[in-house]
C-alpha cells in the first residue's frame, strides 16, 4: 500500500508482512498477514512515529521517501522496542543520521542492549510535551501494555492517538486503513481478540489502568501499530480492550469452548453427545480438536468464554499430551474464573481427569461434573453425557 494521509499532515507510511509465518515466532499469521503501521508527521520538524520489524527495509524507506526525503527526519519515537516496531532502527539510523530517537524512560536500556544505541537519544517524560511546529506530540506512559517500556504518542491539535500494541490486532491490511472504508471488520475484530489472547491478556490490568488514563483525552482517531485504524468509531476498539481485560477478573461471555482430543474415536464419541445437549438450549459453542487447531486460536476462544468442557483421553496413566499443552498455554496466559466439564475415555487406568483438574486448580476454575468411561462409550453412557451437556449449558446460561 502506498502512503495515506490520515489528518492534514500526518500520514501512514506502515508495510504489511504476509511472509512471517510465526508472529514472535509463536503465533501463526501465515493465512491472516499483519501489518506494521508507521506514522510520518511533517511540520518544522519531521516525525516517525514508530518503524517495523526488519524485513521489506526498501519498501518501507520507499514510503517515508514518497513524502520527504528519510535523511530529513528529526525524530524517531520509539513507542515499544519489541522488534516488530524497531527492526529496522540500525538501518534508519544510518539514512537519518541527524534524527533524535524519542524514547520513555525505560526504553533507554533496552535501546542499547538490542541495537546499541546509545548517541542521539533523547528520553521523554510522562505527559511531556514536544512542539514540533503546528502540531504539538504527548507523551503517555502505558507501561505493560505490552513491555514495560511502552508508550503512547499523543498529536494534541488534531487529536491522534498513537496507541502502539493497544487497541491492535493481526490481519494485514486489506486495500483499505480506515474502519469506515473497511468491509470486512468482523476479520478484524475477531483477529484483534486473538491477539489480545495472544499477546496483551496477561497484561490485562495494564490495559485497564492505561484506558483509564487515556480517559480524559478526547480522542477523534485511534492509530494502533498493527491492523486497521480507527477513526468513524475510535470508542469500540477502546470497549473491545476493555471488555476482553475485564474478563481476567471475571466471568466472561455466556458460551462455551468445547475442547478434545480422540485417540480411537471413543472420547470424539462422548464429545458429539455433548454438542447434543448443548445444542438443545441454543447456547454458542466452540469446538476444537486439539491436534489440529493451533492453541493460538483456542485462546482466543477460551479467552472469551465463560465456559469450558474439556474431553480427553488417558495418555500413559496421565493427560492425552496435546490437551496438556493447551491447559498449560492458558497457564501461560492466565484464563481464570471459568466453569468446567470434563469427561473422557481410559483403558486400563484412568488419570486424565485427575490431571485436568490439578491443571486448572492455579486458574480457579469452577468444575461442575466429570465423566470418566472405561473403553467405549456405550447407549446409556452417551444419554448421560448428552444429559450432561444440557445441564452444563443451563448453569451457564442461568449464571449471574
Ligand atoms: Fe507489536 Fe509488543 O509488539
Keep these: ?90 538501518i534508519l539510523k544510518k ?54 517500556e511502552t508508550m503512547m504518542t499523543y498529536e494534541v491539535t488534531q487529536k491522534v492517538l498513537f496507541s502502539c500494541d493497544g487497541f491492535g490486532g493481526y490481519g494485514a491490511l486489506r486495500g483499505t486503513l480506515f474502519d469506515d472504508e473497511c468491509k470486512d471488520k468482523d476479520f478484524y475484530i475477531k483477529e484483534m481478540l486473538r491477539y489480545y489472547a495472544n499477546i496483551v491478556a496477561t497484561f490485562s490490568t495494564p490495559v485497564l489502568k492505561a484506558i483509564e488514563k487515556l480517559s480524559s483525552v478526547p480522542v477523534q482517531v485511534i492509530a494502533p501499530s498493527h491492523g486497521l485504524i480507527w477513526r468513524e468509531n475510535p470508542k469500540m476498539v477502546v470497549d473491545f480492550y476493555r471488555t476482553w481485560a475485564q474478563y481476567a477478573s471475571s466471568k466472561a461471555e455466556k458460551a462455551v469452548t468445547l475442547l478434545y482430543g480422540s485417540m480411537y474415536g471413543n472420547t470424539e464419541r462422548m464429545m458429539s453427545s455433548l454438542l447434543n445437549g448443548l445444542s438443545k438450549t441454543g447456547i454458542p459453542v466452540d469446538v476444537f480438536n486439539v491436534t489440529q487447531t493451533h492453541v493460538s486460536y483456542i485462546l482466543a476462544s477460551l479467552w472469551k468464554n465463560r465456559g469450558v468442557i474439556i474431553g480427553a483421553p488417558t495418555y500413559e496413566g496421565s493427560l492425552f499430551p496435546p490437551m496438556a499443552d493447551v491447559l498449560h498455554m492458558a497457564n501461560v496466559k492466565h484464563i481464570k474464573f471459568k466453569t468446567a466439564a470434563v469427561f473422557g475415555s481410559y483403558g486400563w487406568s484412568g488419570g486424565a481427569s485427575k ?20 473403553g467405549a462409550p456405550t447407549n446409556e453412557d452417551l444419554q448421560k453425557i448428552e444429559e450432561l451437556g444440557y445441564r452444563f449449558a443451563k448453569e451457564i446460561i442461568e449464571q449471574p
Design 355 to 374: 490431571k485436568i483438574i490439578e491443571m486448572v486448580e492455579p486458574l480457579k476454575w469452577q468444575i461442575v461434573d466429570t465423566v470418566d468411561i472405561n
Design 95 to 148: 539514512l537519518a543520521p541527524g534524527a533524535t530517537i524519542l524514547i520513555g524512560e525505560k526504553g533507554m536500556k533496552m535501546l542499547k542492549s538490542f541495537y546499541q544505541i546509545e548517541e542521539n537519544v533523547k528520553t521523554v517524560k510522562d505527559l511531556e510535551e514536544l512542539h514540533i511546529g503546528e502540531k504539538i506530540l504527548r507523551f503517555y506512559y502505558t507501561p505493560f501494555v505490552h513491555w514495560p
Design 1 to 90: 500500500m502506498r502512503p495515506v494521509q490520515i489528518k492534514p499532515g500526518i500520514y501512514w507510511v506502515g508495510v504489511n508482512d504476509r511472509f512471517t509465518q510465526l508472529f514472535e515466532g509463536l503465533w501463526p499469521i501465515g493465512e491472516e498477514g499483519v501489518s506494521y503501521n508507521a506514522y510520518l508527521l511533517t511540520d518544522e520538524k519531521n516525525v516517525l512515529i514508530d518503524l517495523a520489524k526488519s524485513i521489506k527495509v526498501d519498501e518501507f524507506i520507499g514510503q517515508i521517501e514518497q513524502i520527504i526525503p528519510v535523511s530529513k527526519l528529526d525524530y524517531i519515537v520509539i513507542n515499544h522496542m519489541e522488534p516488530d516496531h524497531t527492526g529496522i532502527l540500525t
